[in-house]
């Protein structure tokens, strides 16, 4: 049986961060697709053509929370309101450099929200987070 490759959505400003997180995924060995949106306004663009163009959802979107036009929280709300996740909640990993508690939280209370992690991600942690989606 082939495996689907799993579809990855990075949504970061920083392209140091997001060419970091393709090496990651690249060294997990684990075959992925991966789209790169650079704030929350392009990657809600990107999720609504492949809707339009009846074309599968990301598996797993790790996103940041602080970035211009659109942030992270910003983007959490839209795509909420769009029902994105559709039956599929939890597909949806915070990558924030940020330690407050409060944003963990808030980001916690979003049904499509599976954890809350430091920005420094290891092939590792990459495939144990893959592997439940």
């Known amino acids: 049986m082939i495996e689907r490759k799993k579809k990855i959505l990075l949504i970061d400003d920083d392209e140091i961060v997001n060419i970091m997180h393709q090496r990651v995924i690249k060294k997990s060995e684990v075959p992925c697709e991966v789209l790169v949106a650079l704030n929350g306004s392009a990657a809600i663009q990107l999720l609504d053509e492949h809707v339009a163009q009846n074309i599968s959802l990301p598996d797993l979107i790790f996103l940041d929370i602080n970035m211009p036009r659109m942030g992270g929280y910003e983007f959490l709300e839209e795509y909420t309101a769009r029902s994105l996740g559709g039956v599929t909640k939890k597909r949806?990993?915070?990558?924030?450099?940020?330690?407050?508690?409060?944003?963990?939280?808030?980001?916690?209370?979003?049904?499509?929200?599976?954890?809350?992690?430091?920005?420094?991600?290891?092939?590792?942690?990459f495939l144990r987070l893959v592997n439940m989606f």
């Open 92 to 125: 949806i990993i915070i990558l924030s450099s940020s330690l407050s508690p409060a944003d963990q939280e808030r980001a916690i209370s979003n049904p499509n929200v599976y954890s809350f992690s430091d920005k420094t991600m290891s092939p590792e942690d």
